[in-house]
């Protein structure tokens, strides 16, 4: 039994839709963050798909290398820029008590 | 120790730079003042090592190609961070004396990012190379989130945030696109998409990709946090925002667009093109009722963008080439305009343009830099900016991009208005105070730096076009 | 008429909800209710450990820390594990590749050691 390389980039697809939609529509930073994560594992499943296709058309039974490798450095680029979000909005909040977007009005046109 | 070792040596010296500095303020808590002229040394030597040995050869796999295409952005990186820490210096003393080290370091860090772009030739290194030139940038933007000037809100906080949920965004959106693009081409090689047509799904990816780039770049439309930032974050850490990572990005982007992508320029020059010139107009147009100075200078850096967007839209070797001295004159014409500022703003608590009045008077060395700096930008002779403008849009005038040159031409005499109601605020007789501006040894080498930059190149661009010219040749014949 | 693995996903997935429906319907018939309302069915554990506070309580800016470190440091075994699957193809060049990785962290450790960010109280 297989499943076919396209249900999975559909599913990355709809994944990182969704994590989009709540980018920009959600107001609660940390739910913001949660969503730029949800991207980020929507491309890491892609990665995965794309290795694990080329892999099939070659008749190889594993992945490819270069979809686990970039996977690989994705999942840690991704914990950093979490890890740094985090501590922003600590800051943040320290400032300001309060995490949301609508906070962030002291700076513009 | 391998051979390609040495490829590297430029980044690895100014990481080992970083962990020194790191390390030794762990041991024992050092001064601001020590370890930032440590730095600097360690920055100016391996600059000056580069002019005599120049690293050249290639990385296994072909992942990393070094040779004077590489060098020159290597070097200008060099040139830029000896700024930035020498800007900062001061600062750095009086205002976050806690924790020096770690301000020092991100910065090198991300320098090494920034000069690491260049050379890959595989998209895991230049990805990972433009993350480590980005996530210590939001670091550094909340560096002094208690600091502030007097009556402002502390805005350190919410512009690092600004940076950062865009940048995030951007990250996601560009790793997202190259998963399709990758999985299309099957290699994680850059020019690994070998056929020029390619399925809807990776010509998608490259337009995600593109987008990507273009929050890092501040290109319109993903502008939006460059004003804000800029206006937040702590001044001398603006300057060094405000050219580094936008030189490692658009230096990025060509490597993607013209190394990479060569053969698809069908897909991504329209967007390209669109780009630029949006952010010509967009840029000088909001600039123009702009009251703080900073967020006239990120509406500025903006324009700017656009203008060395254009040369990258020509497409060809002499575009490059005009591109590369654009993005010279840019990092040295910036960065002394907002250490003025910085210095005028440490003196009179305020970025605004009426509170920089009357600098001319206060310090007629600062005004006259200022003055210099602000011509340079505008675009008018001999300062290095009109040779920049100049060559950037007769190399797209070459490539037959009358359009984009039009625009360009028109919004540069926009321009004007508002880069002169800068130097009039400077000129401007009542100041607020008569006191003379005090700036420090650091800061005032750093304005010196760039004054000599921005006078030498504009009297003398030959030198500079000649190794652009032989940067862009390299890059062109290269692997 | 789906193909065979589809078919036997579809009888997991009735068997999986007729299970967890079957208990909880079971449960209702042969639980033993209580007579009046007790306050010990409130408590947090109905038998056993007496709770010594509530859940809902601000948690020390000093677990963010900790949890940031480990974050970082637990996600570097990411890059270990791939090495130490081909280690033996590597050889000796893999092994100081690794060794110098790990090297560069242990400064790290060692700064978040040394500026007290390890440090509990």
Known sequence: MSVPSEHLFVL??????????????????????????????????????????HALAAGSPGLSLEGPTFAIFVIVVAAIEAAVGLALVIALYRNRQTVSLDALTDLKD | MPPWIQVFALELAVTATALVVLVCDALRPCRARTLAWFSVAALATALCTSFVVEPAGTAPHGVYAAGPWSLFFERLFLAAGILGVLGSLDWLESRVARRPAEYLFLMLMSLVGAMLLAGARDWVLLVVAFELMGIPLYVLAAYAKLDGPPGEPQLAAEAALKLYVTGAASTALTLFGLALVIGAGGSSSLAGLASPDVAPLASAGMLL???????????????????????????????????????????????????????????????????????????????????????????????????????????????????LFFLVSYVFTNFGVFLVLHAAAENSGGHALDQITGLSRRSPWLGAALLLFVLSLAGIPFAVGFWAKLFVLLAAFEAGLVGLVVTGVVLSVVALFYYLSVARSTFMADGRSAEPVRAGLALRAAISLCLAAVLGLGLWPGPLLAQARLAAAAFGGGP | MPSEPATSLLIFLAVAQATAAGMLVAARLLRVRARAPARLKDTTYECGETATGVTWVRFHARYYVVALFFVIFDLEAVFLLPWALGARDLGPGGFVAVAGFVGVLMLGWFWALRKGSLRWQ
């Open chain 2, 209 to 323: 990709v593109l987008a990507g780039f273009g929050f890092k770049l501040g290109a319109v439309p993903f502008h939006m946090w460059v004003p804000d930032t800029y206006q937040g974050a702590p001044t001398p850490f603006v300057a060094f925002l405000s050219v580094a990572p936008k030189a490692g990005g658009l230096v990025a982007l060509v490597v993607v667009l013209l190394h990479g992508w060569p053969r698809h320029h069908e897909l991504w020059a329209p967007a390209l093109g669109v780009i630029a010139a949006a952010s010509m107009v967009v840029g000088n147009l909001f600039a123009l009722p702009q009251r703080d100075a900073r967020r006239l200078l990120g509406y500025s850096g903006v324009a700017q963008m656009g203008y060395v967007l254009v040369a990258v839209c020509a497409r060809s070797e002499s575009g490059v080439a005009m591109a």
């Open chain 1, 12 to 53: 990355a697809a709809v994944l990182f839709a969704i994590g989009a939609a709540g980018f920009f529509l959600r107001r609660n930073l940390i739910v913001v963050l949660m969503c730029v994560e949800l991207m980020l594992n929507a491309a890491n499943l892609s990665f995965l798909a794309a290795s694990r296709m």
